[in-house]
C-alpha cells in the first residue's frame, strides 16, 4: 500500500495547473447551459422533462461525473504538493456552508422537492472520505469500482419488496445511494455511487503525477486560458449562476408581462 505523505516533495502551494483548472472550467460552462435550459422549462419557456428525458438524464450524469473526477484531481494535485490539513479544513468549511445555504434557498423555491443531498453535501462528505482514503494507492481503482457497482447491485437486492428498503429508501439514509428508488428532489449526488468518480480522479491525478509533473501540464493554450480562470473559482461561481440566471428570467417575465 502506498502512503502519501502530505509534506513530501512540497513544490510551491501557490502553483496552479491551468489544465485541470480549464477541464473543470468546461464542466462549469457545460453545467450553466444544462440549468439555464432547466430555468427555461421551469419558468415555461421551454418544457422539458428533466427528470425522465435521457438526453438530459445523462447529460446531468456526465457534468456531475466530469466535475468530481476534477476535483479528484485536484486532491492529488494538493497532496502532492504538500497541502496541510488546515488548509484542506478552510476549503471543507467553505463547500459545507455552501452546501446549507444551497439548502436553505431551494426550500425557499422547491418547498416539496428541496435540495437536501446536491452535488455540495455530497462533495462535503466525499472529500473527508477521499482525503483519509489517499494513502491506498493502486486500491483506488478497485475501490472506485465497487463504489460505482454497489448502488446497481442494491437496486437488485431491494426490488421486488426487501423489507429493508424502506429504511434504506428514507431520507435519513437515502445519501448513501444504496436506494431502490430515487428520491424527490431537485438535486441528488449520493455517496454512492459518486465516491467512485471522486477516487478514480485521485488515482489517476496520483498515477500521473508519479510518471512525471509533465503528464498533468500545468498551461493550456490562451484560448483556454478563460476556462481555467472559470475553473479555478468555481465554487463562487456555482453559487452565483443560478440567482443571476433566475433573477434574469424572473426580469424577463415582469417585463413580458407589462
Wanted: net charge positive; aromatic share 16%.
Amino acid at each position: 500500500m502506498t502512503v502519501i505523505h502530505p509534506h513530501s516533495i512540497a513544490t510551491s502551494l501557490t502553483v496552479r495547473y491551468n489544465s485541470v483548472d480549464a477541464l473543470r472550467g468546461f464542466a462549469m460552462l457545460w453545467m450553466t447551459v444544462f440549468h439555464f435550459c432547466f430555468d427555461l422549462s421551469h419558468f415555461g419557456y421551454w418544457p422539458q422533462n428533466f427528470r425522465a428525458d435521457p438526453f438530459w438524464t445523462w447529460q446531468r450524469t456526465a457534468i456531475v461525473s466530469l466535475f468530481l473526477f476534477c476535483a479528484g484531481l485536484g486532491q492529488a494535485i494538493a497532496l502532492k504538493q504538500g497541502q496541510g490539513w488546515g488548509r484542506f479544513w478552510r476549503r471543507w468549511l467553505q463547500i459545507a456552508g455552501c452546501a446549507l445555504l444551497v439548502t436553505i434557498s431551494s426550500f425557499v423555491m422547491f418547498p416539496q422537492s428541496y435540495i437536501y443531498f446536491g452535488v455540495l453535501h455530497g462533495m462535503a462528505v466525499m472529500l473527508l472520505v477521499v482525503r483519509f482514503t489517499a494513502g491506498w494507492g493502486r486500491w483506488l481503482w478497485l475501490a472506485g469500482l465497487v463504489a460505482l457497482a454497489l448502488p446497481w447491485c442494491a437496486q437488485l437486492l431491494l426490488t421486488g419488496g426487501a423489507e429493508w428498503a424502506p429504511v434504506l429508501n428514507a431520507r435519513s439514509l437515502n445519501w448513501l445511494g444504496l436506494v431502490s428508488r430515487k428520491p424527490f428532489t431537485e438535486d441528488y449526488v449520493p455517496v454512492l455511487p459518486w465516491l467512485g468518480v471522486l477516487w478514480w480522479g485521485l488515482a489517476a491525478g496520483q498515477w500521473m503525477l508519479s510518471r512525471s509533473a509533465n503528464w498533468v501540464p500545468r498551461d493550456v493554450p490562451p484560448f483556454l486560458r478563460p476556462l481555467a480562470s472559470l475553473g479555478r473559482w468555481s465554487l463562487s461561481y456555482y453559487m452565483l449562476h443560478q440567482p443571476v440566471m433566475i433573477g434574469g428570467l424572473m426580469a424577463l417575465g415582469w417585463v413580458l408581462k407589462r
